[in-house]
C-alpha cells in the first residue's frame, strides 16, 4: 500500500480508501443490498490488513448501523490513533424539525450522534455529504470550525456541489479565520469527467485532495455493458448517472485489461490513481476480491497510449451527483 497527504495537510492516508456504505443492516435505510455486522467485519479486517488505514463512512448509510458496524470493527481489530476515520453529515436522520441539512443545530446534533455509534471520542474528517442552499454558509462554516476547537474533528471536508459553491464555502472560512476544507469528496471516474471543467481544477489551486466516489461507476466499468446485479436492478439513483453512449468506454477498459492479464477493477482504479488531484479512490468492498483489486491497482502504471484509448471515447454531458 501506499500513502499520500490528504491536501495541504501533515495527514497521511493510505491510496485506497475503503467505502462503508456496503456494511449495514439491509432492513435500515435504503440499501437491501448491505452486509450486516457478520458479514461486514472479515472485509473490513482483510482491509486493515492489505494496509488501508482510510474508511468512510455517513450518519445515514443504513439509518447509522453502518458507523455502528465499522465502530465497533475498527475498535476490535485496529489502532485508532492509526487509521483514519470519515464520516459525513446533510441527510435527514429521523422526521421533524433540524433532522437534516447543515444548520448549527443540526451539526452539532449530529457529530454527538455518530460518535456515539462509531464509538469514539472524534472523527479524523467530517465531511458535509452535500451542500445546503437554505443554510447560509458562515453559520456552516462556522459550526464546522467549533467542532474542530472542540476536538470532536481534526479535519473537515465536502463533497459533490458545484465550484461556486465549494469556492464561496471556502472564501467564507478564510475571510473569517475558519477551519477550511481539506478535501472534495466527489462523483469521478472514465465515466463521468464533468469534473475535471470547474471542480478539479480549483482543488489544485487550493491544495485540497479529491476523494471519488463510485470510482467504477458503480460497477458498470467491471462487468459487460448491460450486466445486471441484484444492486444495480434496485439502483434508481445510480440509473440516472451514465449513459449507452458509455459503452464505448467499458469496452476499452475490457481490451485493455486483457492485453494486461489484470482484472478490469484494475484499469479503471489504476486510471483514477494516475490524476494530480486525487489521493484516495473510495471503493466500496463486498467480496474480498473488491479489496485486492483496489490493492493492486495501487501498483499499476498505465502508459500514456492506454490513457487516451480510455479517455478517447468521453464524450460530455448534464452535471448529476449533486443531490
Given at each position: 500500500m501506499q500513502y499520500v497527504k490528504l491536501g495541504s495537510t501533515g495527514l497521511d492516508v493510505s491510496r485506497i480508501c475503503l467505502g462503508c456504505m456496503s456494511y449495514g443492516?439491509?432492513?435500515?435505510?435504503?440499501?437491501?443490498?448491505?452486509?450486516?455486522?457478520?458479514?461486514?467485519?472479515?472485509?473490513?479486517?482483510?482491509?486493515?490488513?492489505?494496509?488501508?488505514?482510510?474508511?468512510?463512512?455517513?450518519?445515514?448509510?443504513?439509518?447509522?448501523?453502518?458507523?455502528?458496524?465499522?465502530?465497533?470493527?475498527?475498535?476490535?481489530?485496529?489502532?485508532?490513533?492509526?487509521?483514519?476515520?470519515?464520516?459525513?453529515?446533510?441527510?435527514?436522520?429521523?422526521?421533524?424539525?433540524?433532522?437534516?441539512?447543515?444548520?448549527?443545530?443540526?451539526?452539532?446534533?449530529?457529530?454527538?450522534?455518530s460518535l456515539r455509534r462509531l464509538g469514539t471520542d472524534y472523527v479524523d474528517l467530517y465531511q458535509i455529504h452535500r451542500f445546503d442552499p437554505r443554510t447560509p454558509v458562515e453559520e456552516t462554516m462556522e459550526a464546522l470550525h467549533?467542532?474542530?476547537?472542540?476536538?470532536?474533528?481534526?479535519?473537515?471536508?465536502?463533497?459533490?456541489?458545484?465550484?461556486?459553491?465549494?469556492?464561496?464555502?471556502?472564501?467564507?472560512?478564510?475571510?473569517?479565520?475558519?477551519?477550511?476544507?481539506?478535501?472534495?469528496?466527489?462523483?469521478?471516474?472514465?465515466?463521468?469527467?464533468?469534473?475535471?471543467?470547474?471542480?478539479?481544477?480549483?482543488?489544485?489551486?487550493?491544495?485540497?485532495?479529491?476523494?471519488?466516489?463510485?470510482?467504477?461507476?458503480?460497477?458498470?466499468?467491471?462487468?459487460?455493458?448491460?450486466?445486471?446485479?441484484?444492486?444495480?436492478s434496485a439502483d434508481d439513483f445510480g440509473s440516472r448517472l451514465y449513459q449507452e453512449g458509455d459503452r464505448?468506454?467499458?469496452?476499452?477498459?475490457?481490451?485493455?485489461?486483457?492485453?494486461?492479464?489484470v482484472p478490469r477493477a484494475q484499469v479503471a482504479l489504476a486510471w483514477l490513481l494516475a490524476r494530480d488531484t486525487v489521493a484516495a479512490p473510495i471503493v466500496g468492498a463486498g467480496r474480498p476480491h473488491h479489496i485486492e483489486d483496489a490493492v493492486a491497482a495501487v501498483e499499476l502504471e498505465l502508459s500514456d497510449k492506454e490513457i487516451e484509448e480510455l479517455e478517447g471515447p468521453y464524450t460530455a454531458r448534464p452535471v448529476v451527483g449533486h443531490s
Open positions: 443492516l439491509p432492513d435500515r435505510g435504503v440499501h437491501e443490498w448491505t452486509l450486516d455486522e457478520e458479514a461486514s467485519r472479515p472485509l473490513i479486517r482483510q482491509a486493515l490488513d492489505a494496509g488501508i488505514t482510510f474508511f468512510d463512512t455517513a450518519n445515514v448509510y443504513s439509518d447509522g448501523t453502518s458507523e455502528e458496524i465499522v465502530g465497533k470493527a475498527l475498535a476490535d481489530f485496529a489502532n485508532r490513533d492509526e487509521i483514519v476515520l470519515a464520516t459525513k453529515v446533510h441527510g435527514r436522520m429521523r422526521s421533524g424539525q433540524n433532522a437534516a441539512g447543515l444548520s448549527r443545530k443540526a451539526i452539532m446534533t449530529e457529530i454527538d450522534h467549533d467542532l474542530v476547537k472542540a476536538g470532536k474533528v481534526r479535519y473537515i471536508g465536502a463533497s459533490s456541489m458545484y465550484a461556486w459553491q465549494f469556492s464561496k464555502m471556502q472564501y467564507t472560512a478564510e475571510r473569517h479565520g475558519w477551519t477550511r476544507f481539506v478535501s472534495m469528496q466527489n462523483h469521478y471516474n472514465l465515466l463521468y469527467r464533468e469534473e475535471e471543467r470547474e471542480m478539479l481544477p480549483l482543488c489544485a489551486d487550493q491544495g485540497v485532495s479529491a476523494l471519488p466516489w463510485s470510482p467504477l461507476a458503480r460497477g458498470r466499468l467491471t462487468r459487460d455493458w448491460g450486466t445486471v446485479t441484484d444492486r444495480s464505448a468506454i467499458v469496452e476499452a477498459v475490457t481490451r485493455i485489461a486483457v492485453e494486461r492479464g
